[in-house]
Antibody, heavy 121, light 107 residues
Framework: EVQLLDSGGGLVQPGGSLRLSCATSGFAFETYAMSWVRQAPGKGLEWVSSISGNGASTYYTDSVKGRFTISKDNSRNTLYLQMNRLRAEDTATYHC??????????????WGQGTLVTVSS | AIQLTQSPSSLSASVGARVTITCRASQGISGALAWYQHRPGEPPKLLIYDASRLEVGVPSRFSGSGSGTDFTLTIGSLQPEDFAIYYCQQFNSYPYTFGQGTKLEIK
């Protein structure tokens, strides 16, 4: 059974840092690309970042480029999101997602429960 | 960035009704579209990928269609557990944008 367990959220002051983790099990982690998606309070879903299976390629939404870093440790089956220079508008629940490969195009087939990040003084 | 516009933003329907949600892309995305269901307190759940392929375990009352810029999600006969927010997402190119969501409420 595929499982994604998000953690690491919390309250942080503007300009501060947090590292989110996503511990995974039930699939060949090194084979699959992974992503982070966030949802601000009362808002819709927003794709944040993706990383290839081997970790060599990374992608970010414009608003987090230069501040967030996605990485994966294939020896620990764990995905990370290092978030620096946090802003109030980064306040959201962050979900890790696994990329599905059964189709012609990508999709997110499994999602973590989410971890809440609150940026406030 | 490719924009996705869902319509309607919200709708009310009765159990047993058939409903259709539309997702329009600002440029052609071939079949690179997924649909998710999001219930409060739960993570989003994949329903449809490649615009029309039903994810394993999803009831057959859900179906998707479309290609290029216009896509639809249809729920054939609403069940009580279907009342939720539905999102489309494109995977044609980064950033992998979502639609703004459609809230489906009980009438």
């Amino acid at each position: 059974e595929v499982q994604l367990l998000d953690s690491g959220g919390g309250l942080v002051q503007p300009g501060g840092s947090l590292r989110l983790s996503c511990a995974t099990s039930g699939f060949a982690f090194e084979t699959y690309a992974m992503s982070w998606v966030r949802q601000a309070p009362g808002k819709g879903l927003e794709w944040v970042s993706s990383i290839s299976g081997n970790g060599a390629s990374t992608y970010y939404t414009d608003s987090v480029k230069g501040r967030f870093t996605i990485s994966k440790d294939n020896s620990r089956n764990t995905l990370y999101l290092q978030m620096n220079r946090l802003r109030a508008e980064d306040t959201a629940t962050y979900h890790c997602t696994k990329v599905g490969l059964a189709g012609d195009w990508l999709y997110f087939d499994y999602w973590g429960q989410g971890t809440l990040v609150t940026v406030s003084s | 960035a490719i924009q996705l516009t869902q319509s309607p933003s919200s709708l009310s329907a009765s159990v047993g009704a058939r409903v259709t949600i539309t997702c329009r892309a600002s440029q052609g995305i071939s079949g690179a579209l997924a649909w998710y269901q999001h219930r409060p307190g739960e993570p989003p759940k994949l329903l449809i990928y490649d615009a029309s392929r039903l994810e394993v375990g999803v009831p057959s009352r859900f179906s998707g269609s479309g290609s290029g810029t216009d896509f639809t999600l249809t729920i054939g006969s609403l069940q009580p557990e279907d009342f939720a927010i539905y999102y489309c997402q494109q995977f044609n190119s980064y950033p992998y944008t979502f639609g703004q969501g459609t809230k489906l409420e009980i009438k």
